[in-house]
């Protein structure tokens, strides 16, 4: 069965239930609850999901090859950052004889485990068959085990768990829920040195559907490597995608980015791998897209790399191929910091020469950095903040609380020794205080993070920044938007700019459970009045750009001569 199945063709005995014409595959990306308990959606998303389109591209793959036989499959995406789900609708759909229907929680993180399974509760009720996968529930069997309180109460709702990779198993799943016969657990990542190999999997597809809700229809996500060399101990993917890179063959990542270009216009990407630099076939890759340039496909990229020292042509084939922006985890500028969660290849007497080497490319430096490392103190991390952008000079900051997720190094060993996080999974997001620091009160910790963000995004820094680029209008207008972006998010809308997209909705009705449904008319006046302070916000913000815009632009040849 598994061979037919991964090879192509297909099955060889009929299927269980013979009347099912159509089978239909619902993929959600969920979201979180707010603080207040409110779903956290926006008008228009910003990053969308890689996993959905890695798990629309396994899907549509196994329709095109008929594995399953004569049979009708439908893919149908929601990102629930930027979509409802409509749940009664989806309940709908199943209620017909003639057609199967299967739902899917895709990419689930710890902080949306409890939506997750919110939604899948719902779904269960009414009879259909879920799956849950994702860094939570692959993570947590990979260091913990199956028998991890989370992990069983899946287990006791009658919800398939899937852990791991499942471009190799993708069709034996779909099998099973076909005929009725899912499993409890799919594991298929507990052999960290034997992973699926990507090289030709099927490539990642953009849902047109999903992606109408997205502020910029040509932004793409897609992952052409996975997996990390280094040990870094908070760290979740090298205990879920392992310590050994595998990566898409340049080619098929060349077709994908032509094909996406003509097809769907996407022109922009950020590439999810965790470490792009540490690709065997960087070179060849950076490559494939040069001669995309050279044919009119004018792809940029963003790109995630690390500190460590590289080869001399790795940063100008990286700009000559289109990438405008790297990310780079600096994690801390405290070495003593840097040494406790095992970043060993990130020495800080490096950061500025390696900023300067990109922005010598024309390409754009972001930061990640952690406040709440152990040797952090309340009056250090201003400190630190003010070296990041007097000296290091990063371009653009994203900031996160120090957070044991599971999957991680640091989660286990504090499980382990028994020490408090907190049991709240919804505030596993790096954005709030789930441990006890050692040096500062949650409030002290939750003050210097939130200070981070205002002091990096602060208009004197902005100007500087902006003022480092005017000679290049195109980096300098690509900026001005992150900001608009950023700043927005972190200090107005008060979200992180990472999940965040613009203008937030609140649906009344669509309330973690425990809290209180607000009567229709007290949720409107509520909201009214968020909406007019955001209005007052947004106007003061404005007023602050135009300003950072008349300091920071590039004066004409007139102007000059005055």
């Known amino acids: 069965m598994f061979q037919k199945l991964t090879s192509g063709g297909a099955v060889d005995s009929p299927r269980e239930n013979e009347r099912i014409k159509k089978f239909r595959i619902v993929l959600i990306k969920p979201s979180k609850y707010d603080d207040e308990g409110y779903v956290i959606r926006f008008w228009k998303g910003v990053l969308p999901s890689n996993t959905l389109n890695v798990l629309h591209g396994l899907t549509e793959d196994v329709s095109e090859r008929r594995v399953l036989g004569d049979l009708d499959m439908e893919v149908v995406t929601f990102d629930e950052t930027a979509e409802n789900i409509p749940v009664r609708k989806v309940i709908r759909w199943s209620q017909r004889r003639d057609r199967k229907l299967l739902v899917c929680l895709v990419g689930v993180q710890t902080n949306q485990f409890p939506r997750a ?27 913990l085990g199956e028998q991890e309180p989370d992990i069983q109460e ?12 499942v471009e190799e198993n ?5 099998a099973d829920a076909l005929n009725g016969r899912l499993k409890p657990i799919y ?60 990566e898409r063959s340049p080619e098929s990542i060349a077709e994908m ?15 999810t791998d965790d470490n792009f630099a540490r690709k065997k076939l960087w070179r060849e890759t950076f490559q494939e897209m040069i001669k995309l340039q050279k044919e009119g496909i004018k792809v940029a990229f963003m790109m995630q790399v690390d500190l460590a020292r590289k080869p001399k042509d790795f940063v100008p084939l990286a700009a000559e191929a ?30 500025q020469n390696i900023i300067k080497e990109w922005h010598d490319a024309g390409v754009v430096v972001h930061t990640g950095y ?18 990041l952008t007097d000296v290091i000079q990063a371009d653009q900051a994203s900031f996160f609380m120090l957070t044991p997720l599971p999957g991680s190094h640091d989660h286990r060993e504090m499980k382990k020794r028994g020490e408090w996080m907190d049991p709240d999974f919804n505030k596993r997001d790096s954005f709030h205080a789930t441990i006890k620091h050692p040096h500062m009160t949650a409030e002290e910790w939750t003050e210097a993070y939130e200070e981070a963000w205002t002091s990096f995004y602060s208009k004197e820094n902005m100007i500087r920044i902006l003022s480092r680029w005017n000679h290049n209008a195109k980096v300098y207008w690509n900026l001005m938007m992150v900001f608009f972006w950023y700043k927005n998010a972190a200090l107005i809308e008060k ?40 209005f007052i916000s947004w106007a003061k913000f404005l007023k602050e750009m135009e300003e950072v815009w008349l300091q920071t632009r590039k004066k004409s040849e007139k102007e000059e001569r005055w």
């Open 117 to 143: 399974l919110d939604l899948a509760r719902r779904f269960r009720a009414a009879g259909i068959d879920v799956i849950m996968g994702g860094f939570h529930t692959s993570g947590t069997i990979n260091m």
């Open 154 to 165: 899946l287990v006791r709702e009658s919800i398939t768990i899937v852990s791991g990779e």
């Open 170 to 174: 993708w069709a034996e799943i779909l």
């Open 187 to 246: 594991s298929f990542a507990q052999d960290l040195q034997n992973l699926v190999d990507i090289g030709n999997a099927p490539l990642p597809l953009v849902s047109h559907k999903t992606m109408r809700h997205f502020a910029r229809p040509g932004f793409g996500t897609a992952d052409t490597s996975r997996g990390c060399p280094f040990a870094c101990s908070f760290c979740t993917i090298i205990n879920v995608q392992g310590r050994k890179m595998r």
């Open 257 to 271: 980015l032509r094909w996406n270009y003509r097809e769907n216009g996407i022109s922009f990407y950020f590439f």
């Open 322 to 351: 289109g990438c405008t922006q790297v990310f780079i985890g600096m994690e801390s500028v405290n070495p003593e910091n840097l040494k406790a969660e095992g970043k060993g290849q990130n020495h800080v007497e490096e950061y």
């Open 370 to 387: 952690i406040i709440g490392l152990p040797f952090d103190t309340k009056e250090q991390v201003p400190q630190d903040i003010r070296y």
């Open 495 to 534: 979200e992180h700019p990472m999940i965040a997209g613009f203008f937030r909705l609140k649906e009344r009705l669509s309330r973690r459970p425990g809290f209180p449904i607000d009567p229709l008319l007290v949720h409107l006046w509520k909201r009214s009045k968020e909406v007019f302070q955001l």
